[in-house]
């Protein structure tokens, strides 16, 4: 019989438990014990979840209060010296401080850098290592959730982020990581000593980075890790997902563990290499049921893959998710005001588990034994692929008729900047914010309110308007330069456009962890992408009558929106984000005609879509850069567009960035100690660029001496006339008082740049 079983479950729970929480906790309104109870009743409430669809093995150790390799971090005793750790387990709220910042002594510090999962819409907390760094096992969080789970009659499987990719995810000042394997073996040793003791079995440890480019000393360290890590009693199992082992396949193979999963939804081609170089005494996991997105599986497909393989291993074939299931929504049953037809084309997490469990049934028992359930996925995956609600002749027609020369701007930058200084009159400098304003629970109300046809369109509308011109009046007091109207009718950046673009569906509960309590609801793009009319600009051009300062235009670029929804898999990723791009190209011109002169197209998740394989990353550039600018192209000379990224490591893509020709970028900088301008020092970006000079992750306000100090860093990789001064992101999670406190500051530090400036020239 094959064994089923999963790499990691959501956490936060299928109305967001966790989420709500962890906030009651943060804001003082619940105490510790309270927060705790939560958390051990969302865990046995999903480890039963899985037990009752069949699982043979429950995953432990993929719930977190914040994130899974900040859990790593704590377990192995990586606590930085500003948070005054003094040894011994990790506290909670440690761990806190850690991801949100501030030390016990209640010194301000920044907490850990975030950044994203592999090419995930997923931020982990990356360690920060010392050179020497001294490993100790620290927290008994995992032996815990072991204790809880084998209390309940289930067999665990602890999941743990594996050795090699824990350190390739950290940061290390002056030094070789792979320095530091010794010292953390021996912890990892100490680990899966414990779990034995347990009665643990199985342990998963995720490699992720055998997805990834790895040179032969990194291949090599897997190898001597391994081997390292042998425990008598435990069976590894190394998890790799997010694409295919490639060249790193016979150095995967032939490691002493004993069993290996790999991807077989982002690399299905693997399959054959994998099964001529698997040892005959390993255990294959299959990932065949789509880990990352929503679309139910095709069953009958996938058994024609599976049924030659149960052939050839018997019980040493298990069926599983291609990763961890954290990227999907929990539960489809929640969603009954969806269309019942596109309904029936979708699978979250919940139904993914008993799509796995039908395969498993189909295997041992053969079809016939779930003849209905296969029945029932064929009809929908055949009902999908022929729907007339997918396909539109107009989206298609147009994008086959855009010209070539549709995605250039006509008029050269240099010259472009010349007429837009004239015309916008901004100070060298120049202050701004990235976009989005505090989501106060007013504002909240007010849309839930609407959504529930408590009150009238009209009430909706002025109540909106009145915020916006809140957010206009607070930002002339504080004195910025170019406004935002504060984005308060939006839910989300992306969900926003995703209620109002036609091809596309929002869920009402279809929520996924993006970090800590910060969730996003995806939108699902399941059909060709089309405007039926303007989305953002009768609040634009509302604001813009408030002010005499020039106020940005919003919106969110077509490769982020692609990024972050649930996109169709039945044609190529670019067209859909061409079919994006057209659509916003729209948005832009009508932006322009109200009086609107700056316009920002953010593409924070630009970087983030790019293969993890060297040899894809040059087809993902071109139309990445192709369709944004398509999207600019919509845009006059005069017109000033921005865009802003943050969680970029722009080193190796900065020549394809500068290829946008926005005409002003906004970085996020703040939690990478401005490392992101590296990439500016040999490579002389064309255009102007928004160093983020304070992180807005966290709740701590930076002081006016902290960000001169970031300003001038920038000064000198940056030429002063260039920059402009700004936030690492939006700042819709933040409270007013901190967002003003940190603006003020903010506007400070600039003016003192400018003086500083003045009196040099001088």
């Known amino acids: 019989m094959s064994k089923?079983?999963?790499?990691?479950?959501?956490?936060?729970?299928?109305?967001?438990?966790?989420?709500?929480?962890?906030?009651?906790?943060?804001?003082?309104?619940?105490?510790?014990?309270?927060?705790?109870?939560?958390?051990?009743?969302?865990?046995?409430?999903?480890w039963r979840q899985?037990?009752?669809?069949?699982?043979?093995?429950?995953?432990?150790?993929?719930?977190?209060?914040?994130?899974?390799?900040?859990?790593?971090?704590?377990?192995?005793?990586?606590?930085?010296?500003?948070?005054?750790?003094?040894?011994?387990?990790?506290?909670?709220?440690?761990?806190?401080?850690?991801?949100?910042?501030?030390?016990?002594?209640?010194?301000?510090?920044?907490?850990?850098?975030?950044?994203?999962?592999?090419?995930?819409?997923?931020?982990?907390?990356?360690?920060?290592?010392?050179?020497?760094?001294?490993?100790?096992?620290?927290?008994?969080?995992?032996?815990?959730?072991?204790?809880?789970?084998?209390?309940?009659?289930?067999?665990?499987?602890?999941?743990?982020?594996?050795?090699?990719?824990?350190?390739?995810?950290?940061?290390?000042?002056?030094?070789?990581?792979?320095?530091?394997?010794?010292?953390l073996l021996?912890?990892?040793?100490?680990?899966?000593?414990?779990?034995?003791?347990?009665?643990?079995?199985?342990?998963?440890?995720?490699?992720?980075?055998?997805?990834?480019?790895?040179d032969e000393a990194w291949q090599n360290a897997f190898e001597y890790a391994y081997n390292r890590l042998q425990t008598p009693g435990i069976n590894l199992l190394l998890a790799t997902y997010f694409g295919g082992l490639e060249g790193n396949l016979a150095t995967a193979a032939r490691l002493p563990v004993a069993g290996l999963h790999v991807d077989l939804v982002r690399a299905p081609e693997q399959l054959v290499r994998v099964l001529d170089q698997l040892p005959p005494y390993k255990v294959l996991s299959a990932g065949v049921i789509d880990g990352r997105n929503v679309w139910r599986t095709d069953l009958q497909a996938c058994l024609d893959t599976l049924e030659p393989v149960a052939s050839r291993l018997g019980e040493r074939l298990w069926l599983a998710p291609s990763?961890?299931?954290?990227?999907?929504?929990?539960?489809?049953?929640?969603?009954?005001?969806?269309?019942?037809?596109?309904?029936?084309?979708?699978?979250?997490?919940?139904?993914?588990?008993?799509?796995?469990?039908?395969?498993?049934?189909?295997?041992?028992?053969?079809?016939?034994?779930?003849?209905?359930?296969?029945?029932?996925?064929?009809?929908?995956?055949?009902g999908r692929r022929h729907s007339a609600r997918c396909h539109d002749p107009s989206v298609r027609a147009r994008l086959a008729a855009v010209p070539q020369d549709a995605a250039k701007r006509g008029v050269a930058y240099n010259d472009r900047a010349v007429r837009q200084r004239s015309s916008l009159s901004l100070p060298l400098f120049p202050t701004t914010t990235i976009g989005s304003?505090?989501?106060?629970?007013?504002?909240?109300?007010?849309?839930?309110?609407?959504?529930?046809?408590?009150?009238?369109?009209?009430?909706?509308?002025?109540?909106?308007?009145?915020?916006?011109?809140?957010?206009?009046?607070?930002?002339?007091?504080?004195?910025?330069?170019?406004?935002?109207?504060?984005?308060?009718?939006?839910?989300?950046?992306?969900?926003?456009?995703?209620?109002l673009l036609e091809g596309c569906v929002v869920t009402r509960n279809g929520w996924v962890q993006s970090y800590g309590s910060r969730c996003v609801k995806p939108p699902i793009i399941f059909g060709d992408v089309n405007r039926p009319q303007p989305m953002t600009v009768q609040w634009a051009e509302y604001a813009q009558s408030l002010t005499d300062k020039p106020v940005k235009?919003?919106?969110?670029?077509?490769?982020t929106i692609l990024q972050w929804s649930f996109v169709r898999d039945d044609q190529p990723r670019e067209e859909t984000a061409r079919q994006v791009a057209l659509a916003l190209r729209d948005e832009v011109a009508d932006l322009e005609r109200v009086g609107v002169k700056v316009i920002q197209i953010d593409e924070p998740a630009f970087r983030e879509g790019l293969p993890?394989?060297?040899?894809?990353?040059?087809?993902?550039?071109?139309?990445?850069?192709?369709?944004?600018?398509?999207?600019?192209?919509?845009?006059?000379?005069?017109?000033?567009?921005?865009?802003h990224m943050c969680y970029s490591e722009f080193n190796d893509i900065v020549e394809h960035i500068a290829a946008m020709d926005a005409d002003v970028i906004t970085i996020e900088t703040a939690r990478s100690a401005m490392e992101l301008l590296h990439a500016f020092v040999d490579f002389d970006y064309p255009n102007e660029i928004g160093p983020g000079i304070y992180d807005i992750h966290s709740p701590r306000v930076p002081s006016v001496e902290e960000m001169v100090e970031r300003l001038q860093l920038a000064a000198e990789r940056v030429a002063p006339e260039r920059l402009w001064v700004n936030p690492d992101c939006g700042l819709k999670t933040r409270a007013w008082p901190e967002v003003e406190a940190s603006l003020a500051n903010m506007v400070e530090a600039a003016r003192l740049m400018r003086e500083r400036a003045v009196s040099g020239a001088a």
């Open 186 to 214: 021996s912890v990892y040793g100490e680990i899966l000593q414990r779990l034995q003791s347990q009665g643990v079995e199985w342990v998963q440890l995720d490699e992720p980075i055998l997805a990834t480019d790895l």
């Open 612 to 643: 993890l394989r060297e040899s894809a990353r040059a087809h993902y550039l071109n139309w990445a850069v192709e369709s944004f600018r398509l999207a600019a192209a919509g845009a006059t000379p005069d017109a000033q567009v921005h865009t």
């Open 437 to 499: 304003f505090p989501q106060t629970q007013a504002i909240r109300q007010a849309r839930a309110d609407w959504r529930q046809q408590r009150i009238s369109d009209e009430e909706y509308q002025a109540r909106m308007r009145a915020e916006i011109e809140i957010a206009i009046r607070r930002q002339e007091e504080l004195g910025l330069d170019v406004l935002v109207h504060g984005e308060p009718e939006r839910n989300d950046m992306v969900e926003y456009f995703g209620e």
């Open 50 to 183: 899985q037990a009752e669809a069949g699982l043979d093995l429950i995953s432990v150790g993929d719930f977190s209060w914040y994130d899974h390799v900040l859990d790593m971090s704590c377990l192995l005793g990586v606590v930085p010296e500003r948070f005054e750790h003094a040894g011994g387990p990790v506290s909670l709220d440690t761990y806190f401080r850690m991801a949100r910042g501030r030390a016990p002594s209640g010194k301000d510090v920044a907490a850990c850098e975030l950044t994203k999962w592999f090419d995930t819409n997923y931020h982990y907390l990356v360690p920060e290592l010392a050179p020497g760094q001294q490993f100790v096992v620290s927290s008994d969080a995992l032996f815990d959730q072991v204790a809880e789970c084998t209390a309940l009659g289930l067999s665990p499987k602890p999941v743990l982020v594996g050795p090699l990719s824990f350190l390739w995810l950290s940061k290390l000042e002056g030094g070789d990581k792979l320095t530091l394997l010794d010292g």
């Open 323 to 382: 990763c961890s299931l954290l990227h999907c929504p929990v539960d489809l049953a929640a969603e009954t005001g969806l269309d019942p037809e596109l309904r029936s084309w979708l699978s979250f997490a919940a139904q993914k588990l008993n799509e796995l469990d039908v395969l498993r049934r189909a295997l041992d028992e053969g079809r016939a034994s779930v003849a209905s359930a296969l029945a029932e996925s064929q009809a929908a995956v055949e």
């Open 553 to 559: 235009g919003m919106l969110t670029g077509p490769v």
């Open 4 to 46: 089923v079983h999963n790499l990691g479950f959501p956490r936060i729970g299928a109305q967001r438990e966790l989420k709500k929480a962890l906030e009651a906790y943060w804001r003082g309104d619940s105490d510790q014990a309270a927060l705790l109870a939560v958390g051990k009743a969302l865990r046995e409430k999903h």
